[in-house]
């Protein structure tokens, strides 16, 4: 009998969306098939502390992690090992073949656990440490978009140390874009810290509230009469894109409240576009993908000018919520792959990537 591939599921995180993070990887805890996989679950509180043990998952929920060991991974490699601190005393609990993070936002989705897996030399979910920052900074990945000659709207990235010193003068450089704006941190999701601004007196604030969290700000110009649409792309070097899905958001726009709190928006599967226009969503995804270096998933969201037809790239997610009535894994099973297949693909698109790692020669002797 063939052994079973041991999973490390990574989920909470630090990041403002630690809830997120819980429902999603609930999702897929309870999905790997125990025939097929044996699963270490790994939390990370709010406060960073890593856990681990069989109920870390409810430990995490509960917020009772006391008494559970530390996990930890060593960033070296040739080990690919979780191991368990107890009392100050390190155990070996077992081997890994490859890593699962569900977490979203900061320190989970932007790179930064990327570049622990990769010293650590194991296989893991999804983009790896350049695809997942560059994903992650709405600023950069426009930047990235543009020069690859795809659309998105124009926009204004200004620093929090120029908004301290020098408000006035960033208002007056911004404005121009012509309300509203949006202003929000780079680096951040869930509309979090964003602000709709639809004067001076809004875009002072805005810019503010995002300089709150994050020390880049994009200043955007609003799509008007914006239609959201989504694609999800699946796959490492021949990516595939799913059939497009629209948001039509309870709120103004896709706001905090609208995702979290108000529980009214509407997710409408397949997104009701014209054959062309579904086509050049996917095809754009698909650009989008390649463009940023991403692997196993991303979900890309498009802002779509409801009157001029006109479409703009909004953001990249490479860990996008992925419970089972997220629009990530919504739109796999209305393209013809069920969630179940959906976590298997991604674990078999970790352990290809590595292999493919793998043939890359680390060290150069000349003459060799
Ligand atoms: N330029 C824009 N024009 C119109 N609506 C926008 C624009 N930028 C953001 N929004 C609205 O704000 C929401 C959140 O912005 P987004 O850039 O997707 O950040 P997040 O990563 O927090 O989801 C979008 O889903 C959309 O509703
Ligand atoms: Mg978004």
Redesign the pocket.
């Known amino acids: 009998m063939q052994s079973k591939i041991r999973v490390g599921v990574i989920f909470g995180g630090r990041s403002g969306e630690h809830d997120v993070s819980l429902m999603s990887s609930r999702s897929v805890l309870a999905v790997l098939d125990p025939q097929k996989y044996e699963v270490f679950q790994i939390g990370i509180t709010r406060q960073g502390a890593w856990v681990t043990g069989p109920d870390a998952w409810s430990a995490l929920e509960s917020g009772h992690v006391e008494g559970l060991p530390t996990a930890l991974l060593l960033p070296e490699p040739g080990r690919a090992t979780l191991y368990a601190l107890r009392s100050g005393r390190l155990e070996p609990v077992s081997g890994l073949d490859v890593i699962f993070p569900v977490l979203h936002g900061t320190f989970g989705e932007d790179g930064t656990l990327q570049g622990l897996l990769e010293l650590a030399d194991i296989a893991y979910v999804g983009a790896g440490v350049l695809g997942s920052a560059a994903g992650m900074d709405?600023a950069l990945f426009k930047d990235v978009m543009r020069a690859n000659g795809l659309p998105v709207?124009d926009?204004i990235l200004v620093t929090r140390r120029e908004i301290e010193s020098d408000l006035q003068g960033v208002i007056a450089r911004v404005e121009g874009l012509g309300y509203?704006i949006?202003t929000?941190p780079a680096n951040?999701?869930?509309?979090?810290g964003?602000t709709?601004c639809r004067g001076r007196s809004d875009l002072q604030e805005g810019l503010q509230e995002a300089a709150r969290f994050d020390r880049r700000i994009l200043v955007?110009?609003?799509?008007p009469n914006?239609r959201?649409i989504e694609v999800s792309v699946l796959g490492n070097e021949h990516p595939a894109a799913s059939i497009p899905g629209e948001?039509r958001?309870g709120d103004e726009?896709?706001?905090y409240e609208a995702k979290y709190i108000m529980d009214n928006s509407e997710l409408i599967i397949p997104a009701p576009l014209p054959q062309d226009v579904t086509e050049r969503v996917r095809s754009l995804a698909l650009k989008a993908y390649q463009a940023i270096d991403c692997a196993g998933m991303a979900r890309v969201?498009f802002?779509m000018d409801a009157r001029s037809g006109e479409l703009?790239i909004?953001?990249i997610?490479t860990i996008p919520g992925f419970t089972k009535i997220s629009m990530y894994p919504k739109l796999w099973e209305a393209s013809g792959l069920s969630y179940r297949d959906l976590v298997d693909r991604l674990i078999d698109l970790a352990l290809e990537r590595k292999a493919d790692r793998d043939h890359t020669e680390r060290q150069f002797r000349r003459g060799s």
């Open positions: 709405k709207v926009a509203p949006f929000k951040l999701g869930s509309s979090v964003i709709r955007e110009k609003g799509v914006a959201e948001i958001p726009y896709y706001s969201d802002l703009y909004s953001e997610n």
